[in-house]
């Protein structure tokens, strides 16, 4: 268990409807980060947040946006979903830097269909 | 741009030495990162390396060479539950993966 817990385990929604994936990353943990897996494209960073302020940005589509809180746990919305869109969504986190290391959640499996 | 890449598949029998190279070009460097990576689960963190040079943590070992763009993961004493993907990461301003490598462990 690497302490960083994300829900929903599954999703499975329709072309066109957005969702809500939820992060809460391990204690103390400031930063956190969203990656993609598919298995045409393999794992993609998508997207930084430190303290609740945007850090860095990867290959984050503009239909998806993500937000981290006060409390620093972190959401990544999804719009107009695709069938494309279907993947494994992993949160991770790590205590300041991204070249601390990284614990990654148990992911999101979200079908789209 | 960068361009991170690693062997698709490796196959090795069980108490055996598997090497996993990974090339790259990146834009930038800030480090190589490795993670291990069981069919359906998430990454888990094996190692780090911003300096040239060997890390060696217990039965895996990973190498770096800034100049030549080039690491790699030393597993040693393969056992069954070594069986799993193999990512490379490089961090310049974001964490870039290569593909993986599926390594095979058998008896």
């Known amino acids: 268990d690497s302490g960083v817990t994300q829900t929903p385990k599954h999703l499975i929604t329709a072309t066109g409807q957005r969702v809500t994936l939820r992060c809460s990353p391990r204690s103390g943990d400031l930063s956190v980060y969203w990656y993609q897996q598919s298995l045409d494209q393999g794992l993609q960073f998508l997207i930084q947040?430190?303290?609740?302020?945007?850090?860095a940005k990867g290959n984050i589509l503009e239909r998806f946006s993500a937000q981290q809180f006060p409390d620093l746990h972190s959401e990544l919305n999804l719009s107009s979903l695709e069938l494309g869109d279907s993947a494994l969504y992993f949160c991770a986190s790590s205590e300041r830097t991204p070249t601390d290391t990284q614990y990654f959640g148990p992911g999101t499996r979200l079908t789209v269909l | 741009g960068q361009n991170i890449d690693q062997p698709t598949e490796m196959t090795a029998t069980e108490g055996a030495i598997v090497q996993i190279n990974c090339t790259y070009q990146?834009?930038?460097?800030?480090?190589l990162f490795w993670y291990q990576q069981h069919a359906g689960e998430a990454p888990t963190f094996l190692s780090y390396?911003?300096?040239?040079g060997l890390e060696e943590k217990g039965r895996f070992s990973s190498f770096l060479s800034r100049s030549k763009g080039y690491s790699y993961l030393l597993l040693k004493e393969l056992q069954m539950k070594d069986s799993a993907s193999y990512l490379c990461?490089?961090?310049?301003?974001?964490?870039?993966f290569g593909a993986g490598t599926t390594v095979t462990v058998r008896a």
């Open positions: 990461a490089v961090w310049d301003y974001k964490l870039s």
């Open positions: 990146t834009s930038g460097f800030n480090g």
């Open positions: 390396n911003v300096l040239d």
């Open positions: 947040y430190y303290n609740g302020e945007e850090r």
